[in-house]
């Protein structure tokens, strides 16, 4: 039962370039969420999926896209990164709603 | 709009310094508090849920409560390994998508 994985775990990207994080989760849950983190701003969250083949706009949403294909899988997808999208992205996933959340281990990525 | 604040935002104790760390929120109907802990380099790691006024959770030196109004995690005779940022969030009063505050940096000294 590895809980929830990302992928990668750091990237390095140019102004423009695209990219996709990989999130999966093994424990059956029907939510799903991505965040990023910033120094002095906390955790926002930039999109979530309340099941499969769902998504909605987070806090934070512009600049990035998702999709939730298979339930155990959310995709977060960068167009054309921006340095201000630098940052460290979390990946979570809940059984429904409200209950406690479960995070991946966070992708570092920096865009220059 | 629905918020969520914690103080302070950074602490730093000696070993065996008890203290409180507050999250206070505006939420209309409360579906539940929950508390984290976040070490670095590593994603918020679940400890307590708490859905109404009065209740109280422990977890070893961890003991949460809730008011109306706000939670306090109370951290009795700290250890150096519990230094770590605590982040609480509550779900938002028309969904049960959580707002997470922006958290407390505890450092405990030996």
């Known amino acids: 039962n590895a809980g929830v994985t990302q992928t990668p775990k750091f990237r390095v990207l140019k102004t423009g370039q695209s990219m996709t994080l990989l999130c999966a989760q093994d424990?059956?849950?029907?939510?799903m969420y991505w965040y990023r983190q910033d120094p002095g701003m906390g955790l926002r969250l930039i999109h979530y999926?309340?099941?499969?083949?769902?998504?909605a706009k987070g806090e934070v949403p512009d600049g990035y896209n998702v999709s939730r294909l298979k339930k155990q899988n959310f995709l977060l997808g960068l167009e054309s990164a921006a340095p201000s999208q630098t940052s460290v992205y979390f990946c979570?996933?809940?059984?429904?709603?409200?209950?406690?959340?479960?995070f991946g281990p966070g992708t570092r990525l920096t865009v220059t | 709009e629905d918020q969520v604040t914690q103080s302070p935002e950074a602490l730093r104790l000696q070993e065996g310094e008890s203290s409180s760390l507050n999250c206070s929120y505006t939420?209309?109907?409360?579906?539940?508090l929950f508390w984290y802990r976040q070490d670095p380099g590593k994603g918020p790691e679940f400890l307590f849920t708490l859905y109404s006024a009065g209740e109280e959770k422990e977890k070893e030196r961890l003991k949460a409560t809730l008011t109306k109004k706000e939670s306090f995690l109370h951290i009795t005779a700290p250890k150096p390994e519990d230094s770590a940022t605590y982040l609480c969030a509550v779900p938002g009063g028309g969904s049960y998508i959580p707002t997470f505050g922006r958290g407390t940096s505890l450092i405990v000294h030996p």
């Open positions: 999926s309340v099941g499969e083949g769902t998504t």
């Open positions: 939420v209309s109907g409360l579906r539940g």
């Open positions: 424990m059956n849950h029907e939510y």
């Open positions: 979570a996933s809940s059984r429904d709603g409200p209950y406690e959340q479960y």
